[in-house]
């Protein structure tokens, strides 16, 4: 790397952890992503009021692990001079803990203000504050093999939506076109719900005629194609 890009790229991981921008990261595996995202969590850290007003949310719970590691070796003063940006790391963490003794905060004795976590584990907390309006009710869990749920949930929504006079008529009509096979349109039901990231948007928008209109283009093409074929 010249010089040149040299200072490049350094001005690019600088900018990615200024907290005023909205930033898309994008780099290779081992090019120091994460060193960038330590030092923009420890910058945010030292403009918010409480700790627990930045998220910071990963696939896995081993990259959680790592992050949350970082954070806390920073706070801690334990940073390697091999680390990436080990004195750019020294300096924020210095300046959030500052900023956390002015706040009365106890970081280092609380490591669980830092809210460094995955997916399932925020959207189980999200789920967890609601718990009314989620029709939860008492204790959650995370399900890592939720097949069985979607068919539970497919078979009651077949069952109490013949009693709903708004969905009967629909229903039946569904039973109709799958020549009244309860097992078929149940296991149908389950595999859309493993799906719904990919169509829940288009039935949850207000349009209905659109998405009517969207369907029977897209029914026209797939019996145009059979009917080619055959």
């Known amino acids: 790397m010249s ?7 350094d001005a690019a991981r600088a900018g990615a952890t200024d907290p005023s ?18 030092q923009r969590f420890l910058r945010l850290l030292c403009t918010v009021d409480e ?20 954070v806390l070796r920073a706070l801690r003063a334990e940073v390697a001079d091999t680390e990436p940006c080990a004195q750019a790391l020294r300096e924020l963490a210095a300046n959030a803990l500052r900023h956390a003794a002015a706040r009365g905060w ?7 203000a830092l809210r460094i976590q995955t997916i399932d584990s925020f959207n189980f907390w999200l789920a967890s504050q609601l718990p009314v309006t989620a029709k939860a009710g008492g204790a959650l869990s995370v399900d890592d093999r939720p097949e069985e749920l979607y068919e539970r949930a497919a078979r009651t929504t077949l069952v109490e939506g013949e009693k709903d006079p708004d969905l009967a008529q629909d229903i039946e009509l569904l039973f109709e076109r799958l020549d009244n096979r309860w097992d078929h349109l149940e296991e149908l039901l389950a595999q859309m719900l493993e799906q ?4 829940l948007r288009h039935v949850m928008g207000p349009d209905a005629g ?12 797939l019996i145009g194609e059979a009917l080619r074929n055959a």
């Not at 106890?106 to 669980?112: A, N, S």
């Not at 719904?196 to 169509?199: E, K, V």
């Open 3 to 9: 010089e040149t890009e040299r200072r490049a790229d």
């Open 21 to 38: 921008r909205s930033i898309l990261l994008q780099a290779p595996a081992g090019s120091g992503k994460t060193a960038v995202l330590t």
């Open 51 to 70: 700790p627990q007003a930045i998220l910071a949310i990963t696939f896995t719970r081993k990259a959680a692990g790592e992050m949350r590691a970082r």
């Open 106 to 112: 106890k970081l280092l004795e609380d490591p669980g």
């Open 196 to 199: 719904r990231a990919h169509w």
């Open 210 to 221: 659109a998405l009517r209109a969207r369907m029977t283009a897209s029914l026209r093409d």
